[in-house]
Structures are given as C-alpha cells and as structure tokens.
C-alpha cells in the first residue's frame, strides 16, 4: 500500500504526508493523514492495511545498557508512540515504599520529609512476583517487602583522668554522619514491630508473613541488592538516631510518581536533512561551520574542489542555524520523517529498560484487548 501511494501522489503531497517541513520560523505539515479517503480524487486508497503495517513496522536497538535504552521504532503513528511513552510513565507497576513505621527519630529532617525520601528510592524487585494490596487486606509475604533502618551517631566520649578532661578535641564534637539508602535491612520475614494493644494477648505484628521471603523464587540472595547504594536519606549529628520500619507495595505511576519506573521517557521523530542543490569550496566550509553538532562534512571531489555532504543527520537538534541566514533557505531544507521515532527510555534501576518497554507492550495489548471485548 506505501508503494502504491508512492506511485500515484504527487511528489508535494507525498513530502506532505511522510515529513514535518521545518522552516526557520514554524514546522509545516505536522498532521498526519488518517483519513481513508483523503486522496480518493487521485484513485489512492488511504485506508490502513494491516498486512502492510506488519511489513512496514520495525524496532531497531541502537544502545541498551542496564539504566538506558535507545531505539528506532519505525513505521507507526505518532499517536502509538505517545501510548507507549504514556505507559511507561504512568502505567508499568513497580516497587516502592509506601508505609514507613517510625520508632525514633532525632534527627533534624522531619518524620514527613524522610518518609518521601525513602518512597523515591527504586527498589529492585521484579514486581511480577507480587500482588497489589487489596483495601483492607493485609501486609503479607505476596504483596509487601519490609525494610528497616536504625543508624545513630554517637556522642563523644569524655574520659577523666585526674579531674581534667582528656581525650576530647573540638572535631569530636562536629561529628556528622550520612545515613545512606544501602542501610537499608531487607527484613524477609516481615515486620518487626509490635502493634500497641492489650500486654496480656499475642503481640500483633504489622504485617502476616507465612513464610521467609528467601524461600520463595525470583527474590536475590543478598538485601544489597534490593536498593541502589549512595542514596543520601538523612545527615545526623552527635547523639541523634533514626530507627524505622519501611513497607513497600507494588503501584503504578498514575497513584504517585514515586512507582514510575523511569526517570524519563521520551521520543523525536528522525532528522533528515537535505541539501537542494550542490554546495562546493568556501560555501560548503561556510555550512559546515554553521552547524554547532556537526551534521555536515567536507568531500574531496577532485581537481582542489570539494564539495558539502549530510553525515550525521541523526546528530540534527532542529536548531536552524543553517537556514537562519534567508539565503541559505534554498539549499537547505530541515525534515523530520513522521513514522520514525528515536525513542529513549531512562530506568530508575527497578527494572532494565528492554523489560520495561516489554511491559509496556503487554499493557496496550491489554488495553486493545478490552476495548474489543467491549464494543465487538
């Protein structure tokens, strides 16, 4: 069907249809053509063809590391793409302190403050494993994993000897110490503190684990690595504590942003960059200078000429600085291809990018899926 539309559009209503014109003031063209019968006068059927779609669409992996994914997802609608952006954010469940439990605290961030922090710290659990917690049910082993916290910084000690105080000096007494987020103790049996009630009774606890955590699959073997390390939670000084409980639950962004599990997702659609006409000898050195990401390069053409060439038009920031000047606006046209999207996805750490974008597939899939059972 592409090829065909090809075949029958005019090469301006083609431009039209398949790319962004960025001119130096505004883009033109920045709509996309859904209607079937758009381009009924000129015998070409719009409509979507699913068995093109499927040939047409591709994902190309350009970088994946554990934090960060780049990839090119081509041949879908822009209003897809912004689904799949819209999911991640707000819609792939994770891990995330929800309760916090505070016994003592001393220290000079407030009990509010502290327990915020601890809510933005990404807890590496695949949520896969767990349930979500239920209105009015209870913290157990399924739906809930329990952290605790107790860290202090003791005061100087001050020895006598012979009625003099010795073995005090003024640094002793400006100790600080930095309460870090690997301090964190993964508690696989739940919780530890006891509920105030009736002395007389069994001590009832905060959450009703049946079994250890550890026996259970897919959890890791050390508590080092449920949580980043480094994460700075409180500063406290000489004689001040803070000991806690924290209970995370698994929720989606759309409750609170601390259960998204990216820092950001985002998405461009692809540069192209097209030179209209020939650009040779100090011309072409004149473009390649304009161009502070360096999309254009010098050739060799022979005979001491050279002439401007388009290496890295992916590098394009839109920036216009070579068509700012009026006279270079017919030589050098700006693009951006409408079915092609560069798409970055930046984990917090709970999940790794490849795992969240699958995610995130399963979700719109779902969403379909209701949406044909519903009105089909």
Request: aromatic share 6%; charged share 30%.
């Amino acid at each position: 069907m592409a090829q065909e539309r090809k075949k029958n559009l005019p090469d301006h209503l083609e431009l039209q249809r398949t790319r962004v014109v960025c001119n130096w003031d505004a883009p033109n063209h920045t709509e996309t053509v859904q209607y079937s019968g758009a381009y009924a006068a000129m015998g070409v059927d719009n409509s979507l063809n699913m068995k093109q779609f499927r040939k047409d669409f591709r994902i190309e992996v350009a970088c994946l590391t554990d934090e960060d994914m780049e990839f090119d997802m081509i041949g879908i609608d822009p209003a897809i793409a912004n689904a799949f952006r819209r999911i991640l954010i707000a819609e792939v469940p994770t891990m995330a302190i929800e309760k916090v439990l505070v016994a003592n605290n001393t220290s000079e961030i407030h009990d509010e403050v502290l327990a915020h922090r601890l809510g933005l710290i990404p807890i590496k659990i695949d949520p896969r494993l767990f349930d979500y917690v239920a209105e009015g049910h209870k913290y157990n082993e399924r739906n809930t994993v329990v952290f605790k916290l107790h860290a202090e910084c003791p005061r100087p000690v001050k020895k006598k000897l012979h009625g003099a105080v010795e073995g005090v000096s003024q640094e002793n007494f400006s100790l600080r110490k930095t309460v870090y987020s690997d301090e964190l103790q993964w508690l696989p049996c739940g919780s530890e503190l006891e509920k105030s009630g009736d002395s007389s009774s069994k001590p009832e606890m905060y959450t009703s684990f049946n079994c250890d955590q550890t026996s259970m699959s897919g959890f890791p073997d050390e508590a080092s690595e449920l949580t980043p390390p480094r994460i700075v939670l409180a500063r406290l000084g000489a004689g001040q504590a803070i000991e806690l409980e924290a209970l995370a639950v698994k929720g989606v962004g759309k409750t609170h942003a601390k259960w998204s599990p990216v820092a950001t997702a985002w998405y461009r659609m692809l540069p192209e960059v097209v030179l209209l006409k020939q650009i040779e000898d100090a011309k072409a050195e004149e473009l390649v200078k304009k161009c502070p990401v360096n999309v254009f390069d010098i050739e060799d053409i022979g005979n001491g000429r050279k002439k401007a060439t388009v290496s890295r038009p992916r590098a394009c920031t839109l920036c216009r600085e070579c068509i700012r000047d009026p006279s270079w606006r017919d030589s050098v046209s700006l693009r951006r291809v409408k079915d092609h999207f560069i798409f970055t996805i930046e984990s917090t750490g709970a999940l790794p990018p490849d795992v969240l974008f699958t995610e995130a597939v399963k979700i719109l899939e779902e969403k379909c899926e209701r949406v044909i059972d519903d009105y089909l």
